[in-house]
């Protein structure tokens, strides 16, 4: 297992990747390739972004994408996705990237991480396994502006 920063040219193997995961149960999302690139991109694009590939065995295993952002209380690591290729989960592969995320969290002078994730998914316990907690009285929020 090897962890690197994850550049421009990770991005396809990555959107790959992404596809692959979010595709399949439990999400059965319907991503397309040019999609999950241009998505990536965006992340990959921003000024404060930080992200890592972790190999297995000289190939892409899985991704972690997050930038850096100030909160009124300190700056902290806002991670925006993270998957694992499906044939390489149940490896602890989530784990190291969230332990590579920490580690650079501390050597950048971040004071905390966040995340969104689905509270019925996997991810959710996969989280509060890695000592995530609720944030509560926070809930996310959004509005349907296209008519369906």
């Known amino acids: 297992m090897n962890i690197q920063a994850l550049t421009k040219t990770h991005l396809e193997a990555c959107a ?12 059965n999302y319907q991503w397309n390739l040019e999609g999950a690139i241009k998505y990536l991109s965006e992340y990959l694009s921003s000024a404060d972004f930080a992200g890592f590939v972790l190999y297995d065995n000289e190939e892409i295993a899985g991704a972690i994408l997050a930038h850096s952002k100030t909160w009124w209380t300190n700056k902290q690591l806002y991670i925006d996705e993270l998957f694992i290729a499906p044939k390489a989960q149940k490896k602890g592969f989530g784990n190291n990237l969230i332990n590579h995320a920490e580690k650079y969290a501390l050597d950048n002078d971040l004071k905390t991480i966040t995340l969104m994730t689905h509270k019925f998914m996997p991810s959710m316990k996969f989280y509060e396994n890695n000592d995530f907690i609720h944030a509560q009285p926070f809930v996310l929020l959004f509005k349907n502006v296209q008519p369906d």
């Open 16 to 27: 790959e990747i992404f596809i692959d995961t979010y595709n399949s149960p439990p999400w």
